[in-house]
Nanobody
């Protein structure tokens, strides 16, 4: 079992940057892929980025490619999402989640954090 907690959300102006952290507890953290998803008011939860357990393979949504970078430090049981060139449409609650296979589908993720709010002002 894996417990996940997100940190680092906040309010930022368009064009700014934020780094989200996903801290995990549990003995098997390094075996899991970790994904970031987001959900804006009135919209469905959508995939943002994911990283395989070893960190060597990543996936990104087209909407964030070139602006967001996902990374992980298995020694710290933490996954990061560096978000640059933020846009107002990036405003959402961001969630991290764990999955055994690397996946872009929310249905494949079994453990979820509580979410952290990111608000980008224009």
């Amino acid at each position: 079992q894996v417990q996940l907690v997100e940190y680092g959300g906040g309010l930022v102006q368009a064009g700014g940057s934020l780094r989200l952290s996903c801290a995990a507890s549990g003995r098997s953290f390094s075996k899991y892929a970790i994904g970031w998803f987001r959900q804006a008011p009135g919209k469905e939860r959508e995939f943002v980025a994911a990283i395989r357990y070893g960190g060597g393979m990543t996936e990104y949504a087209d909407s964030v490619k070139g602006r967001f970078t996902i990374s992980r430090d298995n020694t710290k049981n933490t996954v990061y999402l560096q978000m640059n060139s933020l846009k107002p449409e990036d405003t959402a609650v961001y969630y991290c989640a764990s999955s055994l296979p690397l996946s872009t589908m929310a249905i494949d993720y079994d453990y979820w954090g509580q979410g952290t709010q990111v608000t980008v002002s224009s």
